[in-house]
């Protein structure tokens, strides 16, 4: 790493076997590798989103075959794990968007914030879970 | 000569804030939405379809829908960019993913539109 502050080049270090198998990341950063993991999961998933509310909006008849639908275990279970996607995006989110004006930067703050969304969006995931349930 | 690249990030500060402001818009609009879900009736097919009849109510998803399709667009781009080095398979991928982004927002215009 030595050189690396010289090398006017030098590349990100993106190696996704690095990141998952080798390194070993502080909270802060598998905070940010799950709030990319948790984009491109919603990214791809809206499309089944997108279907489930079409549906749940056309008619009576599609409400409740969505509710039938929602029924089953893995549907249920797919859409918890949306669920969490999306409250582990919105919390760091927001932990970025303090990040970007200055706010929690220093290491101890930035470690106490990652503990935070990681608790929190969990919590709020069991919260819907129940709700869903 | 300028040796611009084509699929690059046109470096772009516009997109950085972009980025943020579109999150912030879609985090207002979740907490909103969250609260009058939770907080309301027990949600069957009539108050399902109440809920998005509603005038302000259809407004606000689009502006929602039209933040996300923005904020995914820079997203996606950013990690095409980060693990997609190939040129053509870039371009590619990234073209795929604007129209998958313009067929959502489309969709959803029709989902929210629709006389029912």
Same mark, same amino acid.
């Given at each position: ?133 | ?45 009539? !108050? ?13 998803? $689009?502006?929602?829908?039209?933040? @996300? &399709? %923005? ?12 693990? !997609? ?13 604007? $129209?998958?982004?313009?067929?959502? @927002? &489309? %969709? ?9």
């Amino acid at each position: 790493m030595a050189t690396a502050a010289t090398n006017k080049d030098r590349p990100k270090y993106l190696s996704l076997r690095a990141i998952l198998f080798e390194l070993r990341l502080p909270i802060a950063g598998w905070i940010s590798i799950l709030h990319r993991v948790s984009g491109v999961l919603l990214f791809v998933s809206a499309v089944w989103l997108l279907f489930l509310l079409d549906r749940s909006l056309s008619s009576e008849t599609g409400f409740a075959s969505i509710q039938r639908y929602l029924g089953f275990a893995l549907v249920k279970l797919s859409l918890l794990v949306l669920v969490w996607a999306y409250c582990h995006h919105l919390c760091a989110g927001i932990r970025f968007l303090l990040l970007d004006l200055h706010k929690g930067v220093d290491k101890a703050s930035a470690r106490r914030s990652s503990i935070v969304v990681l608790v929190v969006s969990l919590a709020l995931t069991a919260y819907f879970g129940v709700k869903l349930w | 000569m300028v040796n611009r690249i084509v699929v690059g990030a046109h470096y772009g500060l516009r997109d950085w804030l972009a980025q943020r402001v579109t999150g912030l818009i879609m985090a207002v609009y979740s907490i909103i939405v969250a609260v009058v879900l939770t907080t309301g009736a027990p949600i069957r097919y009539a !108050v399902w379809r109440d809920l998005f009849s509603q005038g302000w109510m259809r407004v606000a998803t $689009l502006l929602f829908a039209t933040s @996300l &399709a %923005w904020h995914m667009w820079v997203g996606v781009r950013d990690i095409l960019m980060d693990y !997609v080095k190939p040129l053509g398979a870039r371009l590619a991928l990234q073209i795929f993913v604007l $129209l998958v982004i313009s067929g959502y @927002l &489309a %969709w959803t215009i029709q989902i929210l539109w629709r006389t029912a």
